[in-house]
């Protein structure tokens, strides 16, 4: 029922995240995917290139994955570099409360972005740059340096990013392994496969 569905769990943006997710998806390409769910729930984050890579499968070339805005309130753009092969494949992503950092960054942007529906719970709100500086007596401090912004300028430390579709994962409604976060993503996405099959297709000669 939910072949043509490809889903990815991404357990953390580690060094291997690029290449597993590469794989996955020239698979998926191949066996002619139409829509996506991308699983981020309990991504505690990663590495900020890893997470620019796989935003950059669903953005075009140059759209802004993340905005870096530095204590001297000026801003760093980081934008999409990859090849944009899912850019026009339905997508949505589904989170929680421990989805932070890279998790928070690649949901923000496909959300900003390409209007991508975001199922769960509120993420952790994890999104400072932080550089620790050695002072004269020994010790150490910790200051943030920058802060993470979406595409569309919302900070994401300790506000998180909001669903939009709230969707909690409770004892009872796991129970026999269900996963009611997963079937609303489903459920969202099928729609959306169905819509753009019923839009008329212009040839252009």
Same mark, same amino acid.
């Given at each position: 029922?939910?072949?043509?569905?490809?889903?990815?769990? %991404?357990?953390?943006?580690?060094?291997?995240?690029?290449?597993?997710?590469?794989?996955?998806?020239?698979?998926? %390409?191949?066996? @002619?995917?139409?829509?996506?769910?991308?699983?981020?729930?309990?991504?505690?984050?990663?590495?900020?290139?890893?997470?620019?890579?796989?935003?950059?499968?669903? %953005?075009?070339? @140059?759209?802004?994955?993340?905005?870096?805005? /530095?204590?001297?309130?000026?801003?760093?753009? %980081?934008?999409?570099?990859?090849?944009?092969? #899912?850019?026009?494949?339905?997508? $949505?992503?589904?989170?929680?409360?421990?989805?932070?950092?890279?998790?928070?960054?690649?949901?923000?942007?496909?959300?900003?972005?390409?209007?991508?529906?975001?199922?769960?719970?509120?993420? /952790?709100?994890?999104?400072? $740059? =932080?550089?620790? =500086?050695? #002072?004269?007596?020994?010790?150490?401090?910790? $200051?943030? $340096?920058?802060?993470?912004?979406?595409?569309?300028?919302?900070?994401?430390?300790?506000?998180?990013?909001?669903?939009?579709?709230?969707?909690?994962?409770?004892?009872?409604?796991?129970?026999?392994?269900?996963?009611?976060? #997963?079937?609303?993503?489903?459920?969202?996405?099928?729609?959306?496969?169905?819509?753009? =099959?019923?839009?008329?297709? /212009? #040839?252009? /000669?």
């Amino acid at each position: 029922e939910t072949k043509d569905i490809v889903y990815y769990k %991404l357990h953390n943006f580690n060094a291997n995240a690029s290449e597993l997710f590469y794989e996955a998806t020239i698979s998926a %390409l191949i066996q @002619g995917t139409r829509g996506v769910v991308l699983d981020l729930r309990n991504d505690p984050g990663g590495f900020l290139e890893v997470a620019n890579n796989i935003a950059s499968w669903f %953005l075009k070339r @140059g759209e802004v994955v993340v905005q870096e805005k /530095f204590s001297d309130s000026s801003k760093d753009m %980081l934008r999409a570099n990859g090849n944009s092969a #899912l850019v026009n494949l339905p997508v $949505v992503i589904l989170v929680n409360n421990g989805s932070a950092s890279a998790s928070e960054i690649v949901a923000g942007a496909l959300r900003d972005v390409r209007g991508a529906k975001i199922v769960g719970e509120k993420t /952790f709100g994890k999104g400072s $740059v =932080q550089e620790v =500086q050695n #002072l004269k007596d020994g010790s150490s401090v910790k $200051v943030t $340096v920058a802060k993470w912004l979406t595409p569309n300028g919302l900070e994401i430390d300790k506000k998180g990013i909001e669903p939009d579709f709230e969707v909690k994962a409770t004892e009872e409604n796991t129970k026999d392994g269900n996963d009611p976060v #997963l079937a609303k993503g489903l459920e969202i996405l099928k729609a959306e496969i169905k819509e753009e =099959q019923a839009l008329p297709t /212009f #040839l252009l /000669f």
